[in-house]
């Protein structure tokens, strides 16, 4: 711990303002430096914590960088094969109705290989949360092209940037999942900047409260950075989302409850 | 008017020296350090603790929650 003379008068444990929840562990986190997982996951436990849900929750971690979120959220995980955590959660939530679960997925977890999971339950109206974190590219295993990769974005396995006719288009699974009628909440949000990290953490929040009223499946985006998947420092790396990702991808809610 | 003062406690040995904290500080109080952390990080410190307002925004903003804000009324 870091402290300097002279302000030993204000750090005092009735002076706190602000510290991680409990719920997060104090393993190190196996993330690079700048990666937003880290926030989704401190928010995520934050929520957890505040609304008292500890031992009611049940989480499905995904294959992908955050395959090993069981390390740094204090609360039951099951981890899932690649793509199959709506699959997972789905049994999950049928057979221990009372608990909150949900899904925690990348982009080549959800939108490549679980495309088909992750339409279905969302079709079904699944009573479960899914966190889709976004960062247009396969971070964990080299950077090659994910499905969400941007157009003229380079990757390892897109040298020369992705081609539109012959490597498709970003595939917005938000989008998709909206136009379905069993999604009751569906929103896209970055956790970049405080401001949008405090939105984030709302929309968890009433994702979570939405989920005891049984009335379909919520669905929270949240456009994220990969610095060492772009090569960039962490600090450009949020600046070029904000750039180029969030004109593809913009931020907002795609479908609120009709109260 | 009383005046509110705040300070942050950096959890050094887990900064990973990301400068995200560095850049959303309003008021410049956060600078990333010459030496390094265990695993060879710069780490962020409050290098100009004196005008912390205990926003906590670089807190929200850390990826690896090591930061604690501390705030009280002067």
Redesign the interface.
């Known amino acids: 711990?870091?402290?300097?003379a002279?302000?030993r008068?204000?750090?005092?444990p009735e002076?706190?303002?602000?510290?991680?929840s409990d719920l997060?562990t104090e393993n190190?986190?196996s993330?690079?430096?700048?990666?937003?997982?880290?926030?989704v996951h401190?928010i995520l436990a934050e929520v957890i914590d505040e609304l008292g849900l500890q031992s009611d929750t049940i989480g499905v971690s995904p294959v992908g960088c955050s395959v090993l979120m069981y390390n740094y959220i204090d609360v039951d995980i099951q981890q899932a094969a690649h793509g199959r955590a709506p699959a997972v959660a789905t049994a999950i939530k049928r057979l221990l109705p009372e608990k909150f679960v949900f899904t925690y997925q990348g982009d080549g977890d959800l939108a490549a290989i679980g495309t088909a999971e992750t339409i279905h339950a969302c079709n079904r109206g699944e009573n479960i949360l899914m966190l889709f974190i976004n960062n247009g590219i396969y971070g964990m295993t080299g950077g090659q092209m994910a499905p969400t990769t941007l157009v003229g974005m380079k990757s390892s396995t897109s040298p020369a940037g992705r081609i539109a006719k012959t490597m498709g288009s970003p595939l917005k699974m938000t989008d998709i999942v909206a136009t379905l009628p069993g999604t009751y909440y569906v929103t896209r949000q970055s956790v970049?900047?405080?401001a949008n990290?405090?939105k984030t953490k709302k929309a968890i929040r009433k994702a979570v409260q939405y989920q005891k009223l049984d009335r379909g499946t919520c669905f929270i985006e949240i456009v994220s950075n990969c610095?060492s998947g772009w090569k960039m420092?962490?600090?450009q790396s949020?600046k070029w989302m904000e750039e180029t990702m969030f004109p593809v991808y913009p931020l907002g809610d795609l479908k609120t409850p009709e109260e | 008017m009383a005046k509110i003062?705040?300070?942050i406690?950096?959890?050094?040995e887990?900064c990973?020296?990301?400068?995200?904290c560095m850049?959303?500080c309003p008021t410049g109080t956060i600078a990333m350090a010459k030496e390094v952390n265990g695993k060879g990080?710069n780490?962020a410190?409050?290098a100009n603790?004196d005008l912390c307002i205990?926003c906590?925004?670089?807190?929200?903003?850390?990826?690896?929650?090591?930061?604690?804000?501390?705030?009280?009324k002067i």
Do not use: W
């Open positions: 711990m870091f402290e300097i002279g302000i008068e204000i750090v005092k002076n706190l303002a602000y510290r991680k997060l190190v986190m993330y690079c430096p700048g990666c937003g997982h880290g926030t401190r970049h900047t405080p990290v405090r610095p420092t962490p600090v949020n | 003062r705040g300070s406690v950096v959890n050094v887990r990973k020296g990301c400068e995200v850049v959303s990080y780490y410190f409050p603790p205990g906590a925004s670089c807190a929200m903003g850390c990826l690896d929650g090591v930061i604690a804000v501390y705030k009280t």
